[in-house]
């Protein structure tokens, strides 16, 4: 395969639709179906992409200038998705970006799902665009500012604008930054969050193994119990939920998060992964957490906290200054929670402070106050006096009989749950209640003598109509019985 005679000098953050962009203009083609041809040998649709294809071939005709790992971790967005999959996953995107069929790419890294896409545009910062031209002579496309949820330029805070290509066309009318027509991103400048989010996507593009050593080093996790978000080993959902919801109306009013700010279901997604997390995401997380871009970088490393634990179980080990150790403790100590594995702060004061941890402990130990004890003699007593009230009531109740049974006594007392679900202390009524249960037989002796007494009937009357105004179906009662209850009537 033939190399290429030229390339462009790669800028700082550059991507590579923007580095096909100046290669068409130093070579005068005519259009980007020539330009396609002679840097992928293929005419690629998906160089505008942020996970462009057709890389192995661009690679071969650049010698030995860049490899296909190079071209990817210099000039695309995967390495901003590096630490959020597994190597399989990676390896496969890698492979998908060396060839020329990129079909199911973003499926397999979440992206299609997320539905971010559809929030996707071509983005740039007014002031890169000027600082550019008079460094390099021309303004390019940076990588970070096509990430999605980046909405405001990392280095210069300012909002990014999305440019409309002209005529309706896209993005293969080879345009650089601020050469057509733009909306702004965001509305409102200063955007705490939107600058902070940026900045840390910033960092994680070009840090994915800082990003990897967070995420082994449970880092959220350390947060939320540092917050007093985690109790026992477990998440207090509820509590979390609780806290999180004011903060996600704070977000950024941009369409991307809007996609994510109706729910926290997603947050929980993100704390227990079982696919890939989107960078966005987890981000955007962080700074819902209080989080920002110094405190990711001065997390320590897994290896870092497994030798602190060590040392601390030596009894010496100090790694954080003398003021954030103070702020700590005084956190910890102010917290009204009464125990103190609930106080927020413990987990991080057990790691590198719990010399005074333990003398704190020691000084404040948690008495568990023990209520009064029961009597449950008394309560059944009581509980057999309401089930002879009880009895009382559905005997004498108006209309036609209605029939005694656990359920409708149950009914008529209080603490009916006790009752059922603590048999053994309630001896007496339970005796009483088996004493106070009616048979069918009984029931329907009573509702003979009401329809007898109400309607007035006779022993002329015929056996089915006494039963039709007593609701009887199957008759319990005895010709030789039922005879003498009519008989008894006068």
Excluded at 8 to 33: C, F, G, K, M, T
Excluded at 126 to 134: A, M, N, P, Q
Excluded at 178 to 198: F, H
Aim: overall charge positive; proline content about 5%.
């Amino acid at each position: 395969m033939e190399g290429l005679l030229f390339f462009p000098q790669p800028l700082p953050d550059e991507s590579i639709y923007s580095l096909a962009v100046r290669y068409h203009r130093l070579a005068a083609n005519i259009s980007y179906r020539v330009t396609s041809q002679e840097l992928f040998g293929a005419y690629s649709r998906t160089c505008g992409s942020i996970l462009p294809c057709c890389l192995g071939r661009l690679s071969q005709r650049l010698g030995t200038l860049y490899s296909v790992k190079d071209l990817v971790d210099r000039f695309t967005l995967l390495p901003l998705y590096r630490p959020f999959v597994d190597d399989v996953k990676y390896r496969a995107a890698i492979v998908a970006m060396t060839g020329n069929d990129g079909t199911g790419l973003k499926m397999s890294l979440g992206i299609t799902a997320s539905r971010f896409l559809r929030h996707a545009s071509f983005r740039y910062c007014e002031s890169c665009v000027r600082e550019d031209t008079l460094r390099y002579g021309a303004a390019y496309w940076h990588r970070v500012h096509q990430a999605i949820g980046t909405c405001i330029c990392p280095l210069h805070r300012d909002v990014l604008w999305a440019m409309t290509f002209p005529d309706g066309a896209d993005w293969r009318c080879m345009l650089l930054p601020a050469e057509a027509g733009g909306t702004p991103v965001l509305q409102s400048p200063g955007e705490t969050a939107a600058g902070s989010i940026a900045k840390m996507q910033l960092w994680g593009l070009e840090n994915p193994k800082n990003v990897q050593s967070l995420l082994a080093g449970d880092f959220l996790r350390c947060r939320l119990d540092e917050m007093g978000f985690i109790q026992s080993g477990r998440t207090r959902e509820r509590m979390l939920k609780s806290f999180l919801g004011p903060r996600l109306l704070c977000g950024p009013p941009a369409p991307e998060f809007q996609e994510i700010t109706h729910s926290s279901d997603w947050i929980f997604r993100v704390l227990r992964p079982r696919g890939v997390v989107q960078p966005l995401k987890f981000y955007f997380l962080c700074w819902l957490l209080g989080l920002d871009l110094e405190q990711l970088k001065l997390f320590p490393p897994k290896d870092a906290l497994h030798s602190v634990n060590l040392s601390c179980s030596n009894g010496s080990a100090n790694v954080a200054n003398k003021e954030d150790i103070e702020a700590r403790r005084s956190a910890f100590s102010s917290s009204s929670n009464l125990k103190c594995h609930e106080k927020p702060g413990y987990m991080w004061l057990y790691r590198h402070d719990r010399e005074w941890l333990a003398q704190y402990v020691a000084l404040h130990p948690f008495i568990r106050s023990r209520g009064e004890l029961i009597n449950w003699g008394a309560r059944d007593s009581a509980l057999a006096r309401e089930l002879l009230i009880a009895n009382e009531r559905l005997r004498s109740a108006e209309g036609k009989p209605q029939k005694v049974t656990r359920a409708a006594l149950c009914r008529l007392v209080a603490h009916s749950h006790d009752f059922l679900r603590k048999p053994n202390h309630f001896p007496i009524s339970i005796k009483l209640m088996e004493d106070l249960l009616e048979s069918s037989h009984d029931h329907q002796v009573r509702k003979i003598k009401w329809a007898v007494k109400i309607y007035v009937l006779d022993e002329r009357c015929a056996k089915s109509v006494v039963y039709r105004f007593s609701g009887i179906r199957v008759s319990q009662v005895s010709d030789g019985e039922y005879s003498s209850l009519l008989r008894s009537r006068a």
